[in-house]
């Protein structure tokens, strides 16, 4: 599930929509026994692809991943005495005696726009990001796929996919066929690629090329900060496995213009930077804690962005107070400003709801994303007050990753609030959920403040009390569990 986050969105600034394209793919596949392998050779040019699919015997029908992908085809042969014919965006491999082959080319960049986001295609300095939809069309009936990387000599390959083998002119990964959605994204060319420890968890950083030439010293810096300050959200990073892009355009006038979750067949997270931005600029910004936040919750439905953005949102400040990255009180600040921002933008007449359908047509995003952000720090508070302080928001989400993540599926609002009351015991989550995504006014937060001992000054400043309780509960969400 794409997720995106511009640095002005939050800010008060505009971007144009995010457009989505589902893969065509059968619902119910199998593995079978004889299963459709595949090899993709990348030539240094990056200009073309050359995929091998074949089966040890028999035929195989292989369809479009996208409605684009037939396009993008250049040659299609059959390989000894077997046979292909394309009719209504399927390959239709006929056996011969023996193995049976096809091999297609795709110019992944040559039909396609280049203005907008999120591209399918970016083209670099020594690389090339593309996506499955455009080169990998998939095996009828199969479930999973083995596909193989042949590259030239220092050149190397990210995908969001699990690795079953590395050699020093290739990769092997195990892909999962059935995509909900058209999100990820490879890597090819002159990457550095870097692996980021974080407890079990295994997390692949890949930095494409560019010119000027990024620091990469300082990414894994700013970046392993961002990783922690996740992690201490509830204790663990909360998926097991992530492709980290880094994709740096030499533009933008900020640290991060764009930054992107995807879902499509393994967790990752896409960041789009201006690499010409200071070490303290990047430190700054908040799209990288932003994004990883949103690994704490499953792909969810378009519906429930007021929900997920929310979370993000809240978790942006939050976790970088607990890693030292902010100050607790420059995080409160931030929230606060967040919410006034959310408050202003909310529109008498315009719920929750009818904001989350209609954010881009109607630029309701202070409304979507900080009312979604006053949902959870409610939620939060009111978990705490329950249970003496036991329980928090924190630690459901940490249940939740136990019981639930990585999802590899795309939940419903519903089905994820309904389990976080199950968890927390509670219903909470679905109370409050009910009475604000209905409503046309931001929600109430006058009771939280007083509990937080926060105040509203002029000019979108905030005061802090001094009263022990309320100073040991506001260390306490900005602190580590």
Known sequence: MPCFAIALLILGGQLAPMSQTAAQIPS?????????????????????????????????????PS???????????????ASVAISNERLQVTGGRGATCVVYRIDPTSTLPRAGWPRRSVTLVDAVLVSPSQFLWLPEGQSELSLEFVLPRDYRVSAPWQTISETERGRVFRVPVAFERDDARVALGRLEIYRLAEAA???????????????????????SANIAAVTAIHGDFPVPRLQLLVVPLGAGGEPVPWGQVSRDGGDAVHLYID?????????????????????????????ARWLFEGLASYYQNVSRARVGMLTPR??????????????????????????????????????????????????????????????????????????????????????????????????????????????????????????????????????????????????AIMGAP
């Open 28 to 64: 119910q596949v199998t593995s079978p026994a004889d299963p459709v392998e595949y090899r993709v050779e990348v030539p240094a040019a990056l200009d073309s692809l050359h995929v091998r699919a074949c089966r040890q015997s028999g035929g195989f029908s292989l369809l479009a």
């Open 67 to 81: 409605a684009q992908a037939k396009a993008l085809l250049t040659e299609v042969v059959a390989q000894g005495d």
């Open 201 to 223: 968890s295994v997390i692949e950083l890949a930095v494409l090329p560019a010119e000027p030439a990024v620091d990469s010293a300082m990414v894994r810096r700013w970046l």
């Open 275 to 303: 690499q010409r931005q200071s070490e303290a600029a990047f430190m700054d910004d908040w799209v990288a804690s932003h994004e990883l936040s949103h690994l704490l919750h499953p792909a969810l439905t378009g519906g």
């Open 330 to 475: 420059a995080a409160w600040q931030r929230l606060h400003a967040g919410f006034e921002r959310g408050r202003h933008g909310t529109k008498l007449g315009r719920t929750l709801m009818d904001a989350t359908r209609a954010m881009h047509a109607e630029r309701a995003y202070m409304q979507v994303y900080w009312s979604g952000a006053a949902f959870f720090i409610l939620a939060d508070l009111e978990l705490r007050s329950a249970s003496t302080r036991a329980q928090t928001l924190d630690g459901v989400l940490a249940e939740f990753a136990d019981c639930c993540l990585p999802a590899r599926r795309v939940w419903t609002a519903r089905e994820f609030l309904t389990r976080l009351d199950r968890l927390s015991g509670t219903d909470v989550f679905t109370r409050l959920a009910v009475a604000h995504r209905d409503s046309d006014r931001f929600p109430d937060l006058s009771d939280a403040y007083r509990t937080l001992g926060l105040k509203r000054l002029a000019g979108g400043r905030l005061a802090f009390d001094d009263l022990p309780r309320a100073r040991a509960l506001r260390n």
